[in-house]
């Protein structure tokens, strides 16, 4: 083994045992935080493809700083909110969608009758 190697490995090994040193423990981490009441629930569980934006958590709000008592980015709601934010979701998700294809159906049905259109060759080579 070269010295190089020797000395990589003694840095990588150094490394690993500070951050198993400071790392909290898995119960430590388990009992962070008060619990939600049980009618709430994290919208996430509910919906993870609700994009949400939880700023009170950051800097970056109306006072210039983190809002006293936001601890982590999650939104925590009653169980039927939840659900009704889900349902406005796939409803939009499915109009977002349809949308889509007809907007490129009317662009293909437009491009076929047009003078463009049989002039380019649609077969591969």
């Keep these: 083994m070269t010295r ?4 990589a490995r003694a840095l990588i090994t150094a490394f690993a045992a500070v951050l198993a040193s400071t790392a909290p423990t898995a119960t ?4 962070a935080g008060p619990k939600a009441p ?7 569980s ?21 809002i006293d008592g936001y601890r ?12 009704a934010l889900h349902k406005a979701q796939r409803k939009l998700l499915h109009q977002a969608t349809r949308s889509r294809c007809t907007t490129a ?3 293909n049905g437009r491009w ?10 649609t ?3």
């Design 4 to 7: 190089l190697t020797t000395v």
């Design 38 to 44: 049980a009618d709430f629930v994290a919208l996430r």
């Design 72 to 83: 982590q980015p999650v939104c925590i709601l009653t169980r039927p909110a939840a659900e």
């Design 112 to 121: 076929t009758t047009s003078s463009a259109g049989p002039r380019i060759s």
């Design 105 to 107: 159906t009317g662009h």
């Design 123 to 125: 077969t591969r080579p």
């Design 46 to 66: 509910v919906d993870p493809t609700i994009i949400q934006e939880m700023r009170y958590v950051t800097p970056h709000t109306f006072v210039g700083e983190r």
């Design 28 to 31: 430590a981490r388990a009992d």
